[in-house]
Every structure is written in structure tokens, then in C-alpha cells.
């Protein structure tokens, strides 16, 4: 909310919570263009920080918005929101977007970008379900053609279906939504990516329509490590069906484990387990 005590970086200063406003003619706000992060500080260290920093750029660049911060300078920004803020566990989102200015339409290269970091604390995403599993509705919404949209962007214009497919499954008791793509494999959650277990391997969907997770690359290396066999693959609903164990990564998602989707159910087992313990002892180490 709004009205609060704390500071948000905006442009290069630290300005009061309260007054961290836009004005109503911000292009992003009409045009979506705006691309954002999320990320936790874990201890006073933001887990893979500079990956996190990187990826805002990119995603500016994938939606021809050049974000004029250096990864050094959005390090710094981030680092001096936390210290502001007095937080040393935390929620990072640094947020880019186009602003208001000469151009009202739908081009506005003279319109100029803007960079704010806001951090708050936040706990488990999943809430309980990081203990019991989550249930998770599968979503009427298809996650878009790489020809529709830049998938690999963390970009506004890409979460409108996934904040409609998560009314739709909290309006049903589910925690989130799993989505299919539009050629119907398994894509991913609202926020977070999904992985299968099955025979003491493990299966995830290829990011090739999905937002290739920071989580999602250090959990496959995680297992790696361990010997265990990363697919990265085509998973259609029928296989569903044959997998023993699910869970979702994702920074605000952690390992989180999943205990149904639509009708199918998985048992919160024991590499699940370790995974989601593992992820904690790396992100805090
Ligand atoms: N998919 C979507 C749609 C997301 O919003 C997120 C969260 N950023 C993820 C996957 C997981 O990405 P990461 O592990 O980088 O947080």
C-alpha cells in the first residue's frame, strides 16, 4: 500500500514512500512498457544480484527501451534502498518504465525511461503450501508465441493473463495457476517455473515460451551436481498423469512443492524435500 512509512529509489534519489508517485499520462501505464525484477535479499545479500541486474537490462532492451542505469549503478540503487529501509531479509523489486512526456502515443522514443527500487519484506509466497503442497487450478490462458511477445523479458505486458489466471484459481481455493502454452505443453506457473519428478528424475518444460527463471537455472544445476538427470522437455497434460512429484522454483516461490493440479495429485516427497532444503542453505550461505 501507498500510505506508509520508508524510502523508494526513484531516478537516482531516495524519495518518502508516500510520494513515489507517476504521473497519469505514464506511457507504461497506457502501453505496458515496462519491465521489472524480483528479488530476495537473504542476510543483507541479494541472492544473484548481478543476474537479476542484468536481466532488467535485457528485458528493457527486448521491448527497444533503453534503461539509462549501468548494472554497477542498479547494484548501488539497490543496495542503498535496502540500507534506507533498514532490511536485511527482503522483497527487491527495481521497476523501469516509460514515462510520461512528448509522446502520447503508442511510440514514444522521445518519452524518457525511468528506474525506481522499492524493497518490503516478504514471507513465504505459497504461504502454508511450502509445507503441504500447493494446489494449483490450470488456467483457461495460454502463455503467448515467442512471435507474439518477448518471452524471455520480464516485461508488465506479459503478467495481464497471469493475474487473470490467479483471480481465477484463488476464486477457486488453488494457490496459483498452471499455464500451458500455445501449443499446448506445460509452460509454467504465474510466477514461478515447474518441474516433475519421476523415477528419481526430473523433468521441466524447455524456456522456450517461458521466462527462463534464475531459481529454474540454479535448481537444474543443483540437481546436476547431485547426479540427478535434468530433462528439459516437452511436457504435454497427458504426462501428467505419470509424474510422482512437483514443485515450482521461482524467487519469491523458493522450491516450493506442489500437491495437485486440476485433478492430478503428486505426494510432497523426499527430493522435493531436499531441493527446497538445499535452495534455503544456498540462498543464505
Ligand atoms: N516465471 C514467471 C512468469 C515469473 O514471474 C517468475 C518470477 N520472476 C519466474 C518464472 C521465476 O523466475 P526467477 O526464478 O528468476 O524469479
Request: charged share 25%.
Amino acid at each position: 500500500y501507498d500510505d506508509r512509512d520508508g524510502k523508494i529509489w526513484m531516478d537516482g534519489t531516495l524519495v518518502d514512500w508516500r510520494d513515489a508517485k507517476v504521473h497519469i499520462l505514464t506511457h507504461a501505464l497506457h502501453y505496458a512498457s515496462s519491465v521489472f525484477e524480483g528479488e530476495r535479499c537473504y542476510n543483507g545479500k541479494i541472492f544473484k544480484s548481478v543476474e537479476h541486474s542484468q536481466r532488467l537490462l535485457k528485458s528493457g532492451e527486448l521491448l527497444d527501451m533503453t534503461i539509462p542505469w549501468t548494472v554497477d549503478q542498479i547494484e548501488e540503487a539497490k543496495r542503498l534502498t535496502l540500507e534506507a529501509n533498514g532490511l536485511r531479509d527482503a522483497y527487491v523489486r527495481p521497476l523501469a518504465w516509460r514515462g510520461s512526456g512528448e509522446d502520447m502515443g503508442v511510440a514514444a522514443k522521445r518519452n524518457p525511461v525511468h528506474l525506481a527500487v522499492a524493497v518490503w519484506e516478504w514471507g513465504a509466497y505459497y504461504g502454508d503450501a511450502k509445507f503441504k503442497g500447493a494446489k494449483l487450478d490450470i488456467s483457461k490462458w495460454k502463455r503467448p508465441s515467442p512471435e507474439t511477445i518477448p518471452h524471455a523479458a520480464k516485461a508488465a505486458g506479459l503478467y495481464m493473463i497471469c493475474t487473470m489466471s490467479k483471480h481465477a484459481a484463488e476464486a477457486k481455493g488453488c494457490s496459483d495457476a498452471m499455464m500451458f502454452d500455445y501449443r499446448g505443453y506445460v509452460a509454467e506457473a504465474t510466477g514461478a517455473n515447474i518441474f516433475f519428478v519421476k523415477g528419481g528424475e526430473v523433468f521441466t518444460p524447455i524456456p522456450d515460451a517461458i521466462l527462463n527463471g534464475i531459481t529454474r537455472q540454479t535448481v537444474i544445476g543443483m540437481l546436476r551436481t547431485k547426479g540427478i538427470t535434468v530433462h528439459e522437455c516437452r511436457i504435454e497434460a497427458a504426462d501428467l498423469e505419470g509424474f510422482e512429484q512437483c514443485f515450482l522454483t521461482g524467487t519469491a516461490a523458493e522450491v516450493t512443492p506442489v500437491g495437485q493440479i486440476g485433478d492430478y495429485t503428486f505426494e510432497v516427497g523426499a527430493l522435493t524435500r531436499e531441493i527446497a532444503t538445499d535452495y534455503e542453505k544456498l540462498v543464505r550461505s
